[in-house]
């Protein structure tokens, strides 16, 4: 074994193609490939262990909002480590940095939340979060109330629990999933619809996608369902940005059958929509919230599920106990540096300061590729959007088969220096709150010279 420095980019990408498993990768697509060896980060940018340099428009997976090379999380990290670096809270213990954490999420999220339980990521706060949903039921003497219901495409991880309540046709397939007791409904996903939604205005369509959710808990039985769970805007499934009608709706239906209403915020939390929260951005008063990725900004792996007044009554109430938790639940260094994270969210007003800087900016930067020959649709919220990338402009027909184009263009950003995500045909972007107007003009020149190139080579 050699430091990493003293190898050659050759060496990593055969050690890398022997000897490790990569998350949702095609393996021998990558083999003929050969990874990317990222090795360093400032700002908005990350290098590679050749020198090359990208603007990470993703912000890392979504997460890296306050941007690389805070040197104050690294301090905090290695200041709690020479404290405590472990210690857990099970059995009547607690220790300073997880308290002090949780007391900042009551802080900066909706009034209604003022409990916060630990995890290490956003996929095991959703398994959290269905078993926490059923036990409410449970304490409250309806132990009947167990299913949890989800959407088509939606992204809630990759854990059982996770990929189940998620709605992604393909993780379903490998494994046996949904386990029991969760159901889909329908996306309010409005662009490029070709079915009994396509005539409806947008408006309409968010009513229209809400209903969807009354009609289940009529099929179901309202005194069977224990939950709803959404992402105030879905992420992973393409940046579909509901219509304005949608949340109120949904909200109106949660009340009526009074059935929990979860909001996932791993990828809309701590200032992706322009608001510290979803929930903010779209007035959504939930009972449980999701929260990961922004709440260290990337830095340390840490979730929360942050648990309304409502829920925690009724726990408190009871006397017995969730059976429910994990070794490293409120981990002190994970939390130091997601209370650092949030200490400067809060200091520097980085959340209103992105907003007055770079939000109209980015938006108009976005907006200038709509008259691009390949460019459907663009959309955003805050600092999230999308471009769909379309075979037929004037009649918006979509790609088929799906999935081209996006790979094409991503990967001719990517080598020109611009990170983006393709989602099918969907270009997905989430930069880090820092981006400053330069970051942006460099992503929408970068941008332009991607779909060009993708356009060259469809073509050819
Ligand atoms: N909820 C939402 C809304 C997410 O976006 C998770 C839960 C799960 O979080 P963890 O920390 O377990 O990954 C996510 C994660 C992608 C991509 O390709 C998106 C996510 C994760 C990995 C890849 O867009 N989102």
New binding site residues.
Partial sequence: MSTAAARTTAALRDLDRRHHLHP?TNHLRLAARGARIISGADGAHIRDSDGNRYLDFMAG??CVNIGYGRTELAEAAHQQMLQLPYYNSFFQTAQVPAVELAEALAEVTPAQYKRAFFGC???DA?DTIVRLARYYWQVRGQAQRRIIISRRNA????TMA?ASLGGMQTMHAQGGLPIPGIEHIEQPYYFGRDDQYADLSEDDFGRAAAQALQDKIEELGAERVAAFIG?PIQ??GGVIIPPSTYWPAIQRICKKYDILLIV?E??CGFGRTGRWFGSDTFAIEGDLM?L??GLSSGYQPV?AVMVSDRVAEALDAHDGEFSHGYTYSGHPVACAVALKNIQILRDERIIDNACERAMDYLRDALQSLADHPLVGEVRCRGFIGAIELVADKAGGRRFDPPGKAGTLCRDACFDNGLVM?AVGDTMVLSPPLIISRADIDEFADKARAGLDHTRRQLAG
Avoid: C, P, Q
Wanted: aromatic content about 14%; overall charge neutral; hydrophobic content about 30%.
């Fill in positions: 949702f997976l979504w990521t956003g996929s959703n992204y809630h991880g990759s996770g992402e992420g992973a996932d791993v990828i999701t990961a990725k979730s995500r």
